[in-house]
């Protein structure tokens, strides 16, 4: 009986601190941008956006989605600053992180239904045929736009994407937080001092073998992503990711849109053998730009050659089909230009 007491009263204190860190996070990063409630398949639903810069003449907008256990801080400390300064730039938080809500829809958990959302609030707001960039998890959103709507945005750009089903499964507190009763417990006490703890070792593997910015989880607000509601939304895209992979690789020799795949050769969170170099084999008269020596997160460790191909895209500049090297000395080597 005493030993049930004791870890009743453990598992109270670690509820109330984690509700009070939760509620310290809200305060310390509130919304940064503005909401738009979309209508329709999406009736109720709020996403968060921010947008910066202006539309300029002969250069399309750009739309930005972030990736897993993140929001659109990440994207836009990496890259809204050099694009808002040549064009109109908005980015989202995806439904159930940072502040967006998550709705109501059991499949939202599916990238091609999170594409449908943002390209709503996106006619919306009277952006067209925007670039759409997405990171990571957010690739495979950018993805399934692209094959939803080729008609509807002027380029596509996968950035260290996660584009195909992997061997091998997810994290084990996935599991955990999917589990009924024990994953309500689990997400509501364990997460928050399990998250303080382990996340500058996160930041860093992420990172790798590059050097996170300093102060760069504050920048991003990543203490956002150990609230319930947000680490449950992360863990169902994340859990769900690799199914949905499945079905949508298999069409995407379909899309037709210019794309420029970017990614970082030394890549160990997202294979760039598995996901990156095969999206391009899939995709006729791409271009793939591998950056030698750059790990997961390109857009904070070589911003400008992101930015570079964004704004090609933006241009209306057709892709180098092909294979485009940068090295970590900028030399740039493009094998089928030589032949």
Not at 30 to 38: D, W
Not at 54 to 75: F, K, Q, W, Y
Request: aromatic fraction near 8%; hydrophobic fraction near 45%; include cysteine.
């Amino acid at each position: 009986m005493t030993a049930f007491i004791l870890l009743v009263l453990f598992l109270g204190s670690l509820l109330v601190y984690s509700a009070r860190a939760a509620a310290w996070a809200g305060s310390t990063w509130p919304p940064s941008g503005e909401f738009i409630a979309l209508d329709g398949e999406f009736e109720g639903l709020r996403l968060h956006y921010l947008t910066c810069g202006e539309r300029r003449e002969g250069v399309a907008p750009v739309v930005l989605i972030h990736g897993a256990s993140g929001n659109l801080r990440d994207m836009v400390e990496g890259l809204a600053g050099p694009l808002s300064r040549e064009t109109l730039v908005v980015a989202f938080d995806r439904p159930g992180h940072g502040w967006s809500e998550r709705g109501k829809r059991p499949d939202i958990a599916d990238p091609a239904v999170q594409a449908r959302a943002i390209a709503q609030a996106t006619a919306k707001l009277g952006i067209e045929k925007p670039v759409v960039a997405g990171h990571s998890w957010g690739a495979s959103v950018a993805a399934a736009w692209a094959l939803a709507e080729p008609r509807g945005i002027s380029g596509l750009l996968p950035l260290s994407g996660a584009l195909y089903p992997w061997p091998g499964g997810i994290a084990w507190y996935h599991s955990v937080v999917r589990t009924p009763l024990i994953g309500a417990v689990f997400i509501r006490t364990m997460i928050v001092p399990g998250g303080r703890v382990l996340m500058p070792k996160g930041v860093a593997a992420n990172f790798h073998p590059d050097k996170a910015p300093e102060g760069y989880a504050e920048a991003i607000a990543l203490p956002l992503l150990f609230r319930p509601s947000e680490f449950r939304a992360n863990s169902e895209d994340t859990a769900n990711l690799k199914g949905h992979l499945a079905r949508q690789s298999m069409r995407y020799g379909e899309i037709s849109v210019p794309t420029i795949v970017v990614t970082g050769n030394a890549d160990h969170t997202v294979s760039p053998k598995l996901h990156s170099y095969a999206f391009h084999s899939a995709v006729a008269g791409s271009e793939l730009v591998k950056l030698r020596g750059t790990g997961h997160m390109p857009h904070y460790a070589r911003r400008d050659a992101v930015v570079d191909a964004v704004l090609r895209l933006a241009r209306g500049e057709r892709p180098r089909a092909g294979e485009t090297t940068i090295h970590e000395d900028g030399r740039v080597e493009r094998p089928e230009a030589a032949a």
